[in-house]
DNA sequence: AAATTTTTGTAACGTATCTAACAGGATGAC
DNA sequence: GTCATCCTGTTAGATACGTTACAAAAATTT
């Protein structure tokens, strides 16, 4: 934007001397419910500021607009940038490099899918599924699609160490039905399913679901049909400049989660990572020192 | 007010499921940048989501107003109570939970992880890489660690429909010797390698670099051993208030490079792509529709 | 595979909204 | 005190807006 970095409350109070008694009366009724009065339709603001509505429309364009429609629409874009928060602010991620160099363009996507994420995320239901999924009771399977098999594999490994009984099911694989001739009420399947949402995956969901499983779905933000039989959704904005989708998101997530399961079953994950460190340790596969 | 306590961004969050796809889609946009969208004319919106004006007249009703400008000047209320308030806070991630909530900490550390690490990439060694990558004239393997190679899929994933002669060396593997049989001082190496540092992975970087080969490496802020034999080391900071580390800043990096390359090489990914689409298609995988 | 229900867009309508023109009123100059 | 200028409100018209009714398309059921 060209003549900015002044909102429009700064450029009213500006020239609020070179404005008449009506209109200066008019000014003061926008700037006190700033935006919000401005906003709405120019009679409801002429009668809030008693004053009538041809010198609204004067006021505005005095103030350099070319009507009251341009007037608000500016308004909002205010409002936008407003919303998008301090950490928009930021100039670059990576200095020395332009804000056009694809590692700003990237990461500004990213964090901006991350914060309308979390925002919409429902703590209660949050904690539900880590309480669920530490349920040493309840076998738990995890499965993803042609990408998101990897994240999956992510959960599981951690899972792994935090609890017993956990199943990586792999997407390609023909054995989905041996996988589900045991399952019960008593078993959780943690899906991941972006988009393009896979018929594979959908069909599993719904054996399970049949059976009687709890469902606890990772999903993007148009949610996969998989929803529609999940007892808890966790959607994530996945938007990229680029011609694929960003995973980092819902990496995002499933990490927290893990972090919250482990402290959840601290008691016992602690044991399990020493045991697990004591056998890394006999088969030399890390290396001691840095 | 009566029935508050509730946003309208609450509420449309609330009754996202019994909306239909066209309202979804529209819900999204008006949470997109919330409140601003909504101000707007009702065609500017319709057009903004993609959907029709009368879809837009029809979902409002749905959720409870009387009518479009009923819902403006509830927004406007909205938004007149939150001027009113203590400073607009957004020092949380997630609305109702406590900034001492997992999800607003473990989010605070992963975004400090980002701003530390992307400071420091140098945007030259980034650019050269990705150069580098995209040659199809060099073959390229990437190998992971017990966690890392996850990562290493997902590179893997997308680099396979870039680009041919691409190979992802699974990290459990004992055929390691028969990868670099023919490895030239044409290969490229792309090595991950986070704390713990894997003796396997190291060796596998020293006999690559032995046969001449590029390596390019991702590591933590400490840096693997590897980072002494490769060409290029692109170190993030993993660090999160858990037991592990945090990929998400590794894969917002690879994220990032997977698209520079896709751009690098867009006249061949193109039609790759386009290939790889009727393949699916053919063999059914993916859902035709939402 | 056909039929029914649901969803979505197009078109037309009535209305609220904004603006332009005009006239009455206030203010200041001489 | 009268005139000129500027400001403000009333009126009326044009336009854009939101809504309703209808038809096409999609999805789901039989």
Same mark, same amino acid.
């Given at each position: 934007m060209?003549? %900015? &970095?002044?909102?429009?409350?700064?450029?009213?109070?500006?020239?609020?001397?070179?404005?008449t008694? +009506? /209109?200066?009366?008019?000014a003061?009724?926008?700037?006190? %419910?700033?935006?919000?009065?401005?906003l709405?339709?120019?009679?409801?603001?002429?009668k809030?500021?008693?004053?009538s509505?041809?010198? @609204?429309?004067? =006021?505005?364009?005095?103030?350099?607009f070319g009507?009251?429609? /341009?007037?608000?629409? /500016? *308004?909002?874009?205010?409002?936008?940038a407003?919303?998008k928060?301090?950490?928009?602010?930021? &100039?670059?991620?990576?200095?020395?490099?332009?804000?056009?160099?694809?590692?700003?363009r990237?990461?500004?996507?990213v964090?901006?899918n991350?914060r309308?994420?979390?925002?919409?995320?429902?703590?209660?239901?949050?904690?539900? +599924?880590?309480?669920?999924? @530490?349920?040493?009771?309840r076998?738990v399977?995890? @499965?993803?699609?042609?990408i998101?098999?990897?994240?999956?594999?992510y959960?599981?490994?951690?899972?792994q160490?935090?609890?017993?009984?956990?199943?990586?099911?792999?997407?390609?694989?023909?054995?989905?039905?041996? !996988?589900? *001739?045991?399952?019960t009420?008593?078993?959780?399947?943690?899906?991941?399913?972006m988009?393009? !949402?896979?018929?594979?995956?959908?069909? *599993?969901a719904e =054996? +399970?679901h049949?059976?009687?499983?709890?469902?606890?779905?990772?999903?993007?933000?148009?949610r $996969?049909?998989?929803?529609?039989?999940?007892?808890?959704?966790? $959607?994530?904005?996945?938007?990229?400049p680029?011609?694929?989708?960003?995973?980092?998101?819902?990496? *995002?997530?499933?990490?927290t989660?893990i972090? +919250?399961m482990? &402290?959840?079953?601290?008691d016992n994950?602690?044991?399990?990572?020493?045991?697990?460190?004591?056998?890394?340790?006999?088969?030399?596969l890390?290396?001691?020192?840095?």
């Open positions: 060209s003549d %900015n &970095d002044f909102t429009i409350a700064d450029r009213i109070q500006q020239q609020l001397d070179q404005l008694r +009506a /209109e200066r009366q008019l003061h009724t926008i700037l006190e %419910n700033y935006p919000a009065s401005g709405g339709p120019l009679s409801t603001l002429a809030g500021a008693g004053v509505a041809p010198t @609204v429309a004067r =006021m505005v364009q005095k103030l350099g009507g009251y429609p /341009e007037f608000q629409a /500016e *308004l909002r874009e205010e409002l936008k407003k919303a928060g301090p950490i928009a602010k930021h &100039d670059t991620w990576t200095k020395g490099a332009s804000s056009g160099h694809v590692l700003n990237f990461t500004d996507a964090i901006d991350i309308h994420s979390l925002g919409q995320i429902d703590t209660a239901t949050f904690d539900a +599924a880590c309480a669920l999924l @530490v349920d040493a009771d076998p399977s995890i @499965v993803g699609g042609r998101t098999h990897t994240l999956a594999e959960l599981f490994l951690h899972m160490v935090i609890r017993p009984d956990v199943t990586h099911i792999e997407s390609t694989s023909n054995t989905w039905p041996h !996988y589900l *001739l045991d399952v009420g008593n078993d959780v399947f943690v899906v991941f399913d988009r393009r !949402y896979e018929n594979n995956t959908l069909r *599993l =054996m +399970a049949a059976a009687g499983a709890k469902i606890i779905l990772f999903t993007d933000q148009w $996969s049909p998989v929803h529609r039989v999940a007892d808890m959704t966790f $959607s994530s904005r996945i938007v990229a680029s011609a694929w989708d960003s995973m980092a998101t819902p990496l *995002l997530l499933i990490e989660m972090s +919250a482990q &402290d959840l079953n601290w994950t602690r044991g399990r990572i020493e045991r697990l460190e004591d056998m890394f340790d006999q088969t030399k890390f290396r001691k020192f840095t």
